[in-house]
């Protein structure tokens, strides 16, 4: 099967810009998350998706960051404006469904760049 | 949510087993322990997980303590392509929340 699709997979972009990502996660998988992973550190969740709606969003500043996920399939993560502290990989997960029972598969990642 | 302890780096040698420890003393009944690793440059990839009971797979064994406290991954023989840095993650059962410590880089040693 086809694993979780991202792009780009680089971005870089000076601070106070916008950037978008975009994740096209495994077919027929209803849960879909974002990480964000500075580097030497482990991954940490800002966004979790089921189907269209959001399940978990306590650690997305929401200040600058958004995700939507309109039809249940692709998502997109955007921030507006960026600041040199988000330079990171973000990387989109998705599993058949959010029981702690199902293995979470991950893309590649983006990684983003802030000059 | 329930965190674990990992040491930050072990080394192996190359066809030797390799024995990967996770402390997860505040584990509650119904979270499953992950494994993923990542590669550089890559996404993390799942290994193998489970809830008290030791499984195997293609990839790795996990044995888990009785008290469900502690865990091991196990490589049965380590090659090169092995070297990673390993996540030990606690996701509760139902919805699935999990947090990511900083993992063990593991050095496998020709």
């Known amino acids: 099967e086809a694993g979780v699709a991202q792009s780009p997979r680089y971005k870089i972009i000076e601070k106070r810009q916008s950037v978008a990502f975009w994740c096209n996660p495994i077919s027929g998988h209803a849960t879909l998350y974002w990480y964000q992973q500075i580097l030497g550190q482990g991954p940490k969740l800002l966004i979790q998706?089921?189907?269209?709606?959001?399940?978990?969003d306590s650690q997305l500043p929401k200040d600058r960051f958004s995700a939507e996920r309109l039809k249940g399939v692709d998502s997109t993560l955007k921030i507006q404006p960026a600041k040199l502290e988000d330079s990171a990989v973000y990387l989109c997960?998705?599993?058949?469904?959010?029981?702690?029972?199902?293995?979470?598969?991950f893309g590649d990642g983006t990684r983003l760049s802030i000059l | 949510d329930a965190k674990t302890t990992q040491p930050n780096s072990m080394e192996s040698n190359e066809e030797e087993p390799v024995h990967l420890p996770c402390n997860h003393s505040t584990i509650s009944g119904t979270d499953y322990i992950h494994w993923y690793r990542q590669l550089p440059s890559q996404g993390p990839e799942y290994v193998i997980h489970g809830l008290t009971s030791n499984v195997n797979n293609r990839m790795a064994s996990l044995a888990i303590a009785e008290d469900r406290k502690s865990s091991t991954l196990i490589l049965h023989r380590a090659t090169l392509r092995d070297a990673a840095v390993y996540y030990c993650i606690l996701r509760d059962a139902n919805a699935g929340k999990s947090t990511f410590g900083d993992g063990t880089t593991l050095t496998v040693k020709p």
């Open positions: 997960a998705s599993s058949l469904g959010p029981s702690g029972n199902q293995p979470q598969h």
């Open positions: 998706f089921q189907n269209n709606g959001v399940v978990d």
